[in-house]
């Protein structure tokens, strides 16, 4: 079983590279106007489709928890590994959990959340977070 998700994308070139440092892992099909990544972990089928004029992200974001510190830490080091920018977020307080966070930001404006949960947390929305850059600027995870 994996989820499917359907993006458009203005750029695949960008795209694919972007993709393929975030999951560690070549696309699965290349065609001109066509990319997609079929994933056992995380059980993800990922297509991006060339549009010349993709519409901007409304908001919301896609996640994938984890299940360890350990395998957040793997993650992290693959993203500082391929250069990938991304904003850590330490013990977040959002969404009824708290949680360990990356926050990155593919080429189209998608936002991505890798994270672990470590507790629960008795309110929808957190206290402000101390860290600043781009996910900072952006609606948090309950937005």
């Known amino acids: 079983m994996r989820i499917h998700i359907s993006l458009p994308a203005n750029n695949l070139e960008q795209s694919e590279v972007f993709y393929e440092k975030l999951f560690g892992r070549p696309a699965s099909k290349r065609?001109?106007?066509?990319?997609?990544?079929?994933?056992d972990q995380p059980p993800i089928h990922l297509a991006l489709v060339?549009?010349?004029?993709?519409?901007?992200?409304?908001?919301?974001?896609f996640g994938i928890e984890l299940a360890d510190a350990e395998s957040l830490a793997d993650w992290q080091t693959r993203l500082e590994l391929n250069s990938l920018d991304y904003e850590p977020e330490p013990g977040a307080q959002c969404c009824y959990a708290t949680g360990d966070k990356l926050w990155l930001t593919d080429p189209d404006g998608y936002r991505w959340e890798i994270w672990q949960r470590t507790g629960e947390f008795?309110?929808?929305?957190?206290?402000?977070?101390?860290?600043?850059?781009?996910?900072?600027?952006?609606?948090?995870?309950?937005a």
């Open 122 to 142: 008795d309110a929808l929305g957190g206290q402000a977070s101390e860290h600043t850059g781009p996910a900072a600027e952006k609606p948090g995870c309950c």
């Open 31 to 39: 065609r001109q106007d066509y990319l997609n990544f079929r994933l």
């Open 50 to 61: 060339k549009q010349k004029t993709a519409p901007a992200p409304a908001g919301g974001h």
